[in-house]
């Protein structure tokens, strides 16, 4: 049970891989593509955690109460962020294929011309 | 480790599987900002809060938009062609 | 390869993926078994070295602050990209398009509800050092507020809120101010984006030294490159209401 954390991490990355292979549909590979991203969050998260920690804020709070790791909340928190940007630029190359090509399967669309 | 904690891991793993599981974009996109709230909880559980207001940010309002808008258009051209 | 072909053959791989990795994770000391010194030599001494109660944003903007460099700069260059792809091949232009919402409730509330997720976004970056916040989260809000208006009224109106001339400046006014301050510290004689103003009382907003400046840098690129982003996909997609 103390290792469900990280189970579930490499379970969302195994989900996520399986929906990128088996999608076809340029949309729905790119937003599998976030459920595998995710994993290395929970990852990091489950790493940084302290039986019975708080949250790395003291404000009210004495200094010395048990507190998490904030270098790894630092790490997602960034993250998580330019995440949503990068899934636009894939969505915009996803509309640039479908007006170039008029399909958005991964199967029918043809190798790079030129 | 507290039963919160384990409920929100085990909604967070049922959550990705039905996001990729889901054929319709449209439903796919839902279940995409229903499993970010998921994330959004489980980061609280584990007690990063400034990491569960930007997945509520981003999963709330810009993963969504971005997701429809890109369907929107290809449905939009879609139809146009027919 | 085909369909066929490729899943089995990804579900022997996966398998020998999912092994390795679990054998890794395996490694790792048990949930909740914290044993590594960072976290612990940060919780500790921040306080007193920076100032800032919030110890996530100082490691942010400050003991990390070369990452979030990094990180700013790969939402510019994303948010460049997108807009350098979309624009390009987009054949008209969407300015004039109204895209009304016809629902007067919907309208009324959303509109009364903007300047409200505004001032939140605004209060979440102001004070993101000293309670759970920061610059990411709250232009992040921002962002979303002044994209409230084209959810709840119109997309012309949308467009007069956020020229895409005064956005573009914000953006790269922001990611410039981030490094120019990091560099800055470095002209002055200090480390590369070294703390070099005086640090304040503690719970104070003019705490944490030169942590304000590059929060609220951080703040403006995020919220003018998220508009930027919710600007040109709501472009692509009122093209084809013409």
């Known amino acids: 049970m103390s290792y469900l954390p990280y189970a579930l991490s490499v379970w969302l990355l195994v989900v996520g891989l399986y929906g990128v292979v088996t999608s076809r549909h340029l949309v729905h590979l790119v937003v599998c593509l976030t459920v595998a991203q995710s994993s290395t969050y929970v990852l990091l998260l489950a790493v940084g955690y302290r039986k019975h920690g708080t949250a790395p ?15 790894v909340q630092a790490l997602v928190l960034t993250d998580v962020v330019v995440s949503v940007a990068v899934l636009a630029l894939l969505l915009a190359v996803a509309v640039q294929v479908h007006v170039r090509e008029g399909t958005l399967d991964p199967d029918e669309i043809p190798a790079v011309r030129g | 480790m507290i039963p919160l904690q384990v409920a929100a891991l085990v ?72 | 390869m085909s369909a066929r072909t490729r899943l089995p ?57 070369f990452d979030t460099l990094g990180e700013e700069l790969m939402l510019f260059g994303a948010v460049a990209a997108t807009a350098l792809i979309l624009r390009e091949a987009r054949e008209e232009e969407a300015r004039k398009i109204l895209d009304p919402v016809h629902s007067e409730p919907v309208r009324l509330i959303g509109l009364a509800a903007v300047p ?53 400046v914000f953006e790269g006014g922001g990611a410039a101010t981030f490094v120019g301050l990091a560099l800055g510290s470095l002209a ?55």
């Open chain 1, 57 to 71: 804020i003291f404000k009210g709070i004495p200094l010395g109460t048990k507190a998490t790791d904030p270098v």
């Open chain 2, 11 to 82: 909604l967070v793993g049922v959550g990705g599987l039905a996001v990729v599981l889901a054929r319709d974009l449209l439903r796919q996109a839902l279940l995409n900002s229903f499993y970010g709230l998921q994330l959004v909880v489980l980061f609280l559980v584990f007690q990063a809060p400034d990491v569960a207001l930007s997945a509520l940010a981003v999963g709330g309002g810009a993963a969504p938009l971005v997701i429809l808008a890109t369907l929107a258009k290809l449905r939009a051209r879609e139809e146009r062609r027919r």
């Open chain 3, 9 to 65: 053959l990804f579900l022997v791989s996966v398998a020998g993926l999912a092994a390795l990795l679990g054998y890794g994770v395996a490694g790792l000391p048990a949930f909740g078994d914290y044993h590594g010194p960072y976290g612990l030599v940060l919780n500790h001494v921040v306080l007193a070295q920076r100032h800032t109660t919030n110890v996530v944003t100082a490691v942010v903007f400050d003991y990390r602050g």
């Open chain 3, 116 to 168: 409200v997720v505004v001032l939140l976004g605004l209060f979440v970056a102001a004070f993101g050092y000293l309670t759970p916040g920061g610059g990411f989260q709250g232009g992040t809000v921002v962002a979303l507020g002044l994209l409230l208006v084209y959810l709840a009224a119109e997309h012309r109106a949308y467009r007069r809120l956020t020229p895409t001339a005064v956005v573009d």
């Open chain 3, 188 to 242: 002055g004689g200090l480390a590369f984006q070294q703390n070099f103003l005086p640090l304040g009382r503690i719970g104070a907003l003019t705490s944490g030294g030169s942590i304000p400046l590059l929060n609220w840098a951080t703040a403006i690129e995020v919220a003018a490159a998220f508009l930027l982003l919710f600007g040109e996909f709501l472009e692509e997609v009122m093209v084809e209401r013409r």
